[in-house]
């Protein structure tokens, strides 16, 4: 992974990464509070030799007093000096444990003695660092007297006496907070590049270029309002959802430009990726740009196109396959625009043979004759074989990837079903993408309106067809009986009428 990786993990995972630096401040915040103050009290000694004051002298007592020095601070921990001063404070602990709190160090070349002494309260600590003091310099005047008697060669002053402390040194609260955050910090970055490695599923484009090179003909955001409002038809004209599906037609135009079949399936590899959405609104959208569509829902397990059009099913798609009515009775005009809908009927015991029939092959090549486009709604991939028994018989395929819903590896296995059947697949859609963050798509809006594109033909998507539509896509020239000329428009969803626009 490159420095570019990192970042997107970093962005992606950033409520992580600041969740685990605010558990870690205040684990760091809360074990200072938790834990008792402790006092520091100091005080330091000087050793010094007793002669006669000669030059000589004073450098060899020197040279004597620094070697001697060392031993003299080791022996500040020994119970030689700490039982007197627990004594003359009248403590009621041992020196082991007084030495686990009392610190005696040394500077360098010099001979100066320098005693803390760490306690819960501060004046006991100053007492203890002063009676330590007076200890030593009783112990080492003891050490270092001659036996054949006199005094000692060595003295040891007081020289900073110890004093009781105003403010705690332990525990440091900035410090802990800051260990505490730098903590979390590392343990948020290292949890987010762990569950990045983990997470095999599709989240933006990124994650789908590593599955698959096919074009990517366009994403749509996730929106709440989708539920309540699934149809381009309930949006503003000028809404990123809106214009996604335009930026599809578009691309759906370049990737079909040696096509020779109207006919698209629309599919995915998991339910709930969004395919019946994408499907219906992809239909509206070139419906507006002045194509004739037929949207056939060929999702016989759990049809959902005439919920979203307001359409009864009853009949429809079965119906016409079981030849108990003809297509041009079955069909629905919906909208303003030329859009027809095929719903799908009863449900079939056995759609994937209907699917699979001379009959459906039939009427997919009807279709192709009497339409500019012909979008079929069709279940998952994976669950079922219907998609792939269907995609034999139609021009192309488009791949819905619903973001955030499905795996690498599931993606990876429904291309490869598709594959098996030499299905063309046309290109992918990312649905449920977000609008912000590390894997946000980007949209491009086009507001120039013209009523010709710069070919002189009306803006739109032939989906795998030629450049010059049907003579009569709508008599019985192409399609004895396909539809009927006085079918009145039966969508219970108001609409508004788009103006064509020249997409960039």
Not at 285 to 306: E, F, H, I, W, Y
Not at 364 to 384: H, K, N, Q, R, S
Request: aromatic letters at 4%.
């Amino acid at each position: 992974m490159d420095l570019h990786d990192y970042i997107r993990i970093l962005r992606r995972n950033w409520v992580l990464i600041a969740a685990m630096v605010l558990a870690g401040t205040l684990v760091g915040a809360g074990a200072a509070m938790l834990t008792t103050p402790t006092y520091t009290s100091r005080t330091q000694l000087f050793v010094a030799i007793q002669n006669s004051g000669s030059v000589l002298e004073l450098q060899q007592g020197n040279s004597f007093s620094q070697a001697r020095v060392q031993s003299y601070v080791k022996t500040v921990q020994s119970p030689v000096v700490l039982q007197p001063a627990i004594d003359s404070l009248g403590l009621n602990t041992s020196p082991e444990e007084l030495a686990s709190r009392v610190t005696a160090t040394n500077e360098l070349n010099t001979v100066l003695i320098d005693i803390s002494v760490e306690d819960r309260s501060p004046v006991q600590a100053a007492a203890l660092a002063q009676a330590i003091a007076n200890s030593l310099i009783g112990a080492v005047d003891s050490l270092e007297k001659p036996k054949t008697g006199g005094t000692s060669p060595v003295s040891l002053s007081v020289i900073t006496p110890a004093k009781s402390s105003a403010s705690p040194t332990a525990p440091n609260t900035r410090m802990n907070i800051a260990l505490g955050f730098v903590l979390g910090l590392v343990l948020g970055v290292g949890a987010a590049i762990v569950r990045s490695s983990l997470d095999n599923r599709v989240r933006g484009e990124l994650d789908l270029r590593s599955v698959t090179d096919l074009p990517l003909l366009g994403g749509v955001a996730f929106s709440a309002d989708v539920p309540k409002s699934p149809l381009l038809t309930q949006t503003s004209p000028q809404s990123p959802r809106a214009e996604s599906f335009r930026q599809m037609r578009t691309n759906l135009q370049f990737a079909n430009v040696a096509g020779k079949s109207r006919s698209v399936i629309v599919t995915s590899s998991l339910p709930g990726e969004g395919k019946s959405t994408t499907a219906t609104n992809l239909a509206i959208s070139l419906a507006q740009a002045g194509q004739k569509v037929c949207l056939v829902d060929a999702d016989l397990r759990r049809p959902s196109v005439n919920q979203y059009l307001g359409l009864d099913r009853n009949v429809g798609l079965t119906t016409a396959l079981l030849g108990e009515m003809t297509v041009g009775d079955l069909l629905h005009k919906w909208g303003d625009d030329d859009l027809y809908v095929l719903t799908s009927g009863r449900i079939p015991p056995n759609p994937s043979e209907l699917l699979g029939s001379q009959e459906m092959q039939q009427l997919i090549v009807a279709l192709e004759g009497a339409f500019d486009v012909v979008v079929i709604d069709t279940p998952p991939v994976l669950p079922v074989t219907d998609a792939t028994v269907l995609a034999q018989h139609v021009g192309g395929v488009i791949l819905v990837v619903g973001a955030h819903r499905i795996k690498r590896n599931e993606l990876e296995r429904s291309l490869q079903a598709l594959r098996l059947v030499e299905a063309d697949v046309l290109g992918v859609i990312l649905n449920r993408i977000p609008l912000k963050g590390a894997d946000a798509y980007a949209y491009s809006y086009a507001n120039r309106e013209s009523p010709e594109s710069p070919t002189g033909t009306r803006p739109g998507v032939a989906v795998r067809g030629s450049s010059t539509p049907p003579t009569d896509p709508m008599g019985t020239d192409s399609f004895d009986g396909l539809i009927d000329a006085n079918t009145t428009s039966s969508n219970t969803f108001p609409r508004e009428r788009i103006r064509r626009s020249n997409l960039s």
